[in-house]
């Protein structure tokens, strides 16, 4: 029989709300339908499927041939995606040492040889990439941190003049925020809470 401190654990957890999503699954491509944890970490957010999938819509779904770097990886949604779609290589930056080491082992549990995951700081990744090098950048960073300008404008000088920046915050950003920045608008969705936007260099 419960104690009634234990009785109220027990109601607790049931009416608590877990933070993580629990998995996603890759929504085209090779891998099409495959599954990825979701760990559960503060402020950790999978890109949501509707929002995957309108972004793949636009950039196109063939990626052969594209270089692509996700720089705040997370649980891999966006970079896997890309992989899936037959991207030629993508970088996945992620910095907790555990979401980089579940990535590594998704990786190779899919035989991803056009993936590399490393750990680090994701804006110092993005200026580390050659001037126009990337086809396609995935800027995600924590919502509450203030990491999204100097990404933006270390991502502006590493997209290739055809390439695209995919950006997703909790604002909209407007024509007027990113112009100094080199960047244009594309396209833009709100999802819930989260704001996503397709970006070019101007």
């Not at 086809?135 to 995600?140: A, G, T, W």
């Amino acid at each position: 029989m419960l104690s009634p401190t234990a009785k109220k654990a027990a109601v607790a957890s049931k009416a608590a709300p877990s933070r993580g999503v629990g998995e996603v699954r890759i929504i085209g491509g090779q891998w099409k339908r495959t599954r990825l944890p979701v760990a559960d970490r503060p402020g950790l957010r999978p890109t949501p499927d509707r929002v995957r999938e309108t972004l793949f819509n636009w950039v196109g779904q063939d990626l052969t041939g594209w270089q692509c770097l996700d720089a705040f990886a997370g649980t891999g949604a966006l970079g896997f995606e890309a992989a899936s779609r037959g991207a030629a290589q993508v970088l996945m930056n992620e910095s907790d040492a555990g979401l980089a080491t579940q990535l590594k082992s998704i990786a190779v549990k899919l035989q991803a040889a056009n993936v590399k995951i490393q750990r680090g700081d994701g804006v110092g990744v993005l200026r580390q990439c050659a001037p126009g090098s990337m086809h396609l950048l995935f800027i995600d960073p924590p919502f509450e941190g203030d990491l999204f300008a100097p990404a933006l404008a270390a991502a502006a000088k590493a997209v290739a003049d055809d390439g695209f920046i995919y950006l997703e915050s909790p604002t909209a950003w407007s024509e007027e925020a990113l112009a100094p920045l080199g960047l244009a608008l594309h396209r833009h969705l709100k999802a819930g809470a989260v704001h996503a936007h397709l970006l070019r260099k101007i």
